[in-house]
């Protein structure tokens, strides 16, 4: 699996679901969304 490194400097496996829920979220809160 991907491993990203974080602003804080540590390492995590990435999560497409993480990623996408995120965007989907991001999208819902604009008018444009």
């Known amino acids: 699996m991907l491993r990203v490194e974080k602003r804080e400097g540590y390492e995590v496996e ?3 679901r993480k ?6 979220k991001a999208m819902a809160e604009t008018e444009q969304g």
């Open 19 to 24: 990623i996408s829920a995120a965007i989907q």
């Open 14 to 16: 990435f999560d497409r």
